[in-house]
């Protein structure tokens, strides 16, 4: 089973500018969260889908951040215009229905750095 | 009061001693409990689960106590491949909706 992926690993841009990052998950997994490691903090919630629905947007810090899943398969989340202080890794992962009881599988993450 | 806490470390150990990780968690609702392990600049990973019964996976043994709202990983027979960054994760309801909550994590620095 493939399992989580993201793309890009890694990111670098400037103050001001846009930036999109991508989730593809498990296969047959309809849940899929997103979630961002700033330096220093702990691994923090930004949102879920439910297929292409969002189920809870609570985690988004500000309405520079776009995320959306169309066709309830891979996700973007866009960042635009980019803050210094949105560096961080941003990690996507995916579960089964049952989630609460099984956890849910990571990718490796996106490091962005803004400069 | 963060809704979960666990002491960040590092905890030094040699190879083949016994370490202990503890976590609280603040909301008494949370419904489910796990030990993530994450290597440096790597994803979290999942470990095992915790119940409340108690629960063990070769090396590795997890305890729940509800009533404390306490959480404990122990780890026999330290090897240098367990150094890494332990996170204590629950399922709770921090939002509309349920979802994972991390603590910062304790890191463990196996030596031989």
């Known amino acids: 089973e493939a399992g989580v992926t993201q793309f890009p690993s890694h990111s670098v841009i400037e103050k001001g500018q846009t930036v999109t990052l991508r989730c593809d998950p498990i296969?047959?997994?309809?849940?899929l969260y997103w979630y961002r490691r700033v330096m220093g903090k702990e691994i923090k919630f930004l949102l879920h889908f439910v297929k292409e629905s969002k189920q809870d947007e609570s985690g988004m810090p500000n309405n520079r951040f776009l995320a959306e899943r169309t066709g309830g398969t891979y996700s973007t989340l866009k960042v635009q215009p980019a803050e210094l202080e949105d560096s961080g890794v941003y990690f996507c992962?995916?579960?089964?229905?049952?989630?609460?009881?099984?956890?849910?599988?990571f990718g490796s993450g996106t490091r962005l750095t803004v400069v | 009061r963060k809704e979960v806490e666990q002491d960040p470390g590092p905890f030094n150990v040699p190879e083949g001693a016994t370490v202990a990780f503890n976590c609280t968690y603040s909301n008494s609702a949370s419904q489910s409990f796990f030990w993530y392990r994450q290597d440096c600049r790597k994803e979290p990973k999942l470990l095992m689960s915790?119940?409340?019964s108690g629960n063990e996976d070769g090396r590795f043994t997890a305890q729940l106590n509800r009533a404390s709202q306490y959480i404990s990983l122990l780890i026999r027979d330290s090897k240098l491949s367990d150094s890494a960054t332990y996170l204590c994760?629950?399922?709770?309801?921090?939002?509309?909706?349920?979802?994972?909550?991390f603590g910062k994590g304790t890191k463990l620095s196996v030596k031989p």
């Open positions: 992962a995916s579960s089964r229905w049952d989630r609460a009881n099984y956890g849910y599988t």
């Open positions: 994760v629950v399922f709770g309801y921090g939002g509309s909706q349920g979802n994972l909550i």
């Open positions: 296969s047959g997994h309809d849940n």
């Open positions: 915790v119940y409340s």
